[in-house]
């Protein structure tokens, strides 16, 4: 198929905005292809233009209840702990819970399929042959939560804003996005750079709805506890910053009869607790306070859960599988940091954090050890790089290290006693290699500086966990401490990367694109706010990541990150920490849920509903 040159783009948009609507989509329209209902990376959609609700729902779920619980997976400036603002979009402040639900996007996606995503606001999209243009055809009947019309014009304002001042993920995110802008209420037209990555389009199908009209007179980059006028199945209610926050279920919500929203927001009113301890929340939910809690903590989920409620069968507790991908959590270096360039001292750190014994002595054995950063996943590289994956690493050979081409980098399986002396020794093995000398008890780095980490948290929970690893650190004359400080502090220097070592979960995909360059990509190390928290600055991922993010099948993309796996891996920038693959949930009995479940996701508690019936027979109605 013969690409648009250049000149054709030009002089085509030029044309355009001589003519008048007529002709003016007339021609569009023999520029581009048959409209679509929905948009995926590959261009597969398990649900037809014609679908009437998701599979996994139900259509005649009830309305009605409180769903309350904690903030326990964010994005943006949210902060699981407090909140000082109700504007999540941009950097400045501590986003509150929820507020996602109050906007609406383009389109919005489907928890059967990995990347897949169906008209909410845009009924469908016209797509020309070079993929670079895309033309939104909105629904007439979109209104903002004051009755006015949700028109093009607030859809590009939004793309726009978000791309000059919105957080840091969102700038990168839509880098290549040249314009929006509408051509009619109803039309929005979005033109991408030609180096735009595969999944260009999604993002921009994916992103928030504001109303041009509020924000007028308004900073957006300003922190607020003004709600923002959105135009989603919820609006912002009652809070306290820092205590609690409501969002409330919009009852004439314009899009609740559309197929993606059928079975859904069936919950009256969600409301978010605070909490800065995770036993205090724990009782929280003892005593009804909450009503749904999904269980992190191990101890807890294995002796704290025998109480009379949980007797008596008012609180229902289960294992509720996830077929989605887990968190890649784990201890990330900060390698901006002069004692953390040396791979060999980060291998030997690693060393010193004994799993088995920390499994079987502190989380009841119900953990899996990380080794890669697509766990659980057909993109983990294992054994020796295949032909296909080194056709991609052999053009990169001079920028990577010799281990790459091997087996991919495990961690040792330890002795389980906490103290393995066989990998404590190759561990001082290794920072002696390193250039670090010890000196009677203290080790000290190649400068001559005593060997110091800081681990900076802003919760006391992995304190079991990290004090074994601390102490063990300490047999190898590394001053290691822990640092606690509190939430809005912690997100702070998180955002300005001012930390020796800190545990984070960063979230995975089933079809990883753009989001990777935030999170491994050189750009992303020096830039506020972003996900690249390690300071990862390597060509070989760059490359990788490019190539990763234009790849235009699945298993090219496969093999693509099983490559960038190993030279991850190989580069010890984490000691990874722990995963299970499915979900630790309770629950009051007062909720109802679908017969199936999505494939990609436990569902729970976002597609239940509250249950009447149930409530008044355990007295909570």
């Not at 404590?424 to 500086?449: H, I, M, T």
């Not at 753009?514 to 999170?519: G, P």
Request: glycine share 8%; aromatic share 12%; proline share 5%.
């Amino acid at each position: 198929m013969k690409r648009p040159s250049r000149r054709d783009i030009v002089v085509g948009a030029a044309a355009l905005t001589a003519w008048s609507s007529a002709p003016r989509l007339a021609l569009a329209q023999a520029a581009e292809k048959t409209e679509t209902h929905g948009l995926s990376s590959f261009g597969e959609l398990l649900y037809p233009p014609d679908f009437k609700h998701f599979s996994y729902v139900n259509p005649a779920a009830p309305k009605g209840g409180t769903l309350a619980i904690q903030l326990k997976q964010g994005g943006g400036n949210q902060n699981f702990d407090t909140f000082n603002t109700l504007n999540i979009f941009v950097l400045k402040g501590d986003g509150a819970a929820g507020i996602g639900a109050t906007f609406d996007s383009l389109m919005a996606g489907s928890g059967d399929e990995p990347d897949s995503v169906y008209g909410l606001v845009a009924r469908a999209v016209r797509i020309s042959k070079d993929k670079l243009t895309y033309r939104f055809l909105l629904r007439p009947e979109a209104r903002f939560h004051d009755g006015s019309k949700l028109t093009a014009r607030d859809a590009a304002f939004s793309l726009n804003i978000l791309k000059e001042k919105g957080y840091p993920t969102y700038r990168l995110l839509l880098a290549e996005m040249i314009s929006a802008e509408a051509e009619a209420d109803d039309i929005l037209r979005v033109q991408l750079s030609e180096k735009r990555s595969r999944d260009l389009h999604l993002v921009v199908a994916g992103m928030p709805i504001f109303s041009e009209k509020f924000w007028q007179d308004r900073d957006f980059e300003a922190a607020t506890l003004e709600p923002i006028l959105g135009s989603g199945a919820y609006r912002v209610g009652r809070f306290e910053p820092g205590r609690f926050i409501e969002i409330d279920r919009v009852a004439d919500y314009w899009a609740k009869d559309l197929p993606m929203n059928v079975g859904q927001n069936n919950f009256d009113r969600i409301r978010y607790e605070y909490f800065r301890d995770r036993t205090v929340a724990f009782e929280a939910f003892k005593n009804g306070t909450l009503n749904y809690n999904e269980e992190y903590t191990s101890r807890i989920w294995s002796t704290g859960y025998d109480f009379p409620a949980i007797r008596d069968g008012r609180v229902k507790k289960e294992i509720i599988e996830d077929g989605g991908p887990v968190p890649i959590q784990g201890w990330y270096f900060n390698t901006r940091r002069e004692a953390f360039k040396d791979r060999r001292i980060r291998e030997a750190i690693g060393l010193a954090f004994d799993f088995e014994w920390t499994n079987t002595n502190i989380m009841f054995g119900l953990y899996k050890r990380l080794t890669s950063f697509f766990e659980n996943t057909d993109m983990k590289a294992n054994g020796l790089p295949s032909t296909e994956e080194l056709k991609l690493l052999e053009p990169l050979r001079d920028k990577l290290p010799a281990s790459v081409f091997g087996e991919p980098y495990v961690p040792p399986i330890s002795d389980g006693s906490g103290q393995d002396r066989n990998l404590l020794r190759r561990a001082d093995q290794l920072l002696r290699e390193a250039g670090c000398k010890r000196e009677g008890s203290v080790l000290k780095l190649p400068n001559g500086q005593p060997f110091t980490i800081e681990f900076l948290d802003f919760s006391g929970a992995l304190q079991p966990h990290t004090q074994p690893f601390q102490a063990n650190l300490k047999r190898l004359g590394i001053d290691a401490q822990s640092r606690l400080v509190d939430a809005a502090q912690y997100q702070r220097r998180m955002e300005n990367y001012d930390f020796d070592m800190a545990s984070r979960a960063l979230g995975s995909s089933l079809t990883p694109g753009d989001e990777l360059r935030s999170i491994f990509g050189s750009d992303a190390a020096n830039t506020p706010g972003l996900r690249n928290i390690a300071g990862i600055q390597s060509p070989a991922a760059d490359a990788l990541i490019d190539y990763i993010a234009r790849v235009d099948n699945r298993k090219d993309l496969y093999v693509a990150c099983r490559a960038l796996d190993r030279v991850l891996r190989a580069g010890q920038y984490w000691v990874p920490m722990w995963y299970k693959n499915s979900d630790w949930v309770a629950y009051w009995d007062i909720f109802s849920r679908p017969e199936t479940k999505p494939r990609l996701s436990s569902g729970a508690p976002g597609i239940w509903w509250y249950d009447a019936e149930k409530a008044k027979r355990i007295g909570k109605a």
